[in-house]
């Protein structure tokens, strides 16, 4: 799959290894990459990369006009830039997570924002992740990380139609988050 210069990329990543196997959560670079997920607008197609073959990300990042996740900035691209020679502060981010805590206030899981907004949950945990590589299970590994691609590109697009997402507060009540990104669209 090869996309356009100026796609739209949607992108998660799972790790080989947890925060408690590489001596905490400022250790990002050794968590490893395990499966990449990306959607791209410009092909309308989901693809998972797996570690071996990041290195052609390189240009489809470089080149995208705008790349959209859940945590980038602060965990998938530091656990990413150990494979990529990328200014990944300088790539067009928008970091759904970053977005909604700017909104509120406070964090908000990418499963509260799903459930509450879409109706959709995550089909597991990162810790599954890592448990899937493990066994070499590379369809269920895939399949969680492109549900999570999904989730995302679905809320991204909820949020850019809308002007809004909706979580869920631990009390269950439904809540509304304010988004602003609907230019982006």
């Known amino acids: 799959m090869t996309t356009q210069d100026g796609d739209r990329l949607v992108i998660d990543l ?21 499966v990449l997920g990306l959607y791209s607008y410009s092909t309308d197609q989901f693809r998972i990369y797996r570690e071996e073959e990041l290195k052609a990300l390189e240009p489809m990042l470089s080149r995208a006009s705008l790349i959209i996740g859940f945590n980038l900035r602060r965990f998938d691209y530091p656990v990413l830039a150990p494979y990529l020679p ?12 970053e977005e909604v805590t ?3 206030g406070h964090r908000v ?4 924002l799903s459930e509450a907004t879409l109706g959709a949950k995550k089909t597991g945990h990162g810790l599954d992740a890592i448990r899937f590589y493990r066994a070499g299970d590379f369809k269920q590994l ?8 999904r989730l995302t590109r679905d809320l991204y697009e909820f949020g ?18 304010p988004v602003k990104w609907g230019a982006l669209l």
């Open 109 to 112: 899981s990418l499963d509260s």
């Open 160 to 177: 850019a139609q809308h002007g809004e997402l909706f979580y869920l507060q631990r009390s269950g009540q439904r809540q509304r988050c």
């Open 102 to 104: 700017n909104a509120l």
């Open 14 to 34: 799972e790790t080989q290894h947890s925060f408690e196997e590489v001596g905490g959560r400022d250790r990002l670079d050794a968590l490893k990459v395990s």
């Open 86 to 97: 990328l200014a990944f502060d300088r790539l067009p981010t928008l970091d759904l997570l």
């Open 142 to 149: 895939g399949d969680y990380c492109l549900n999570d691609v």
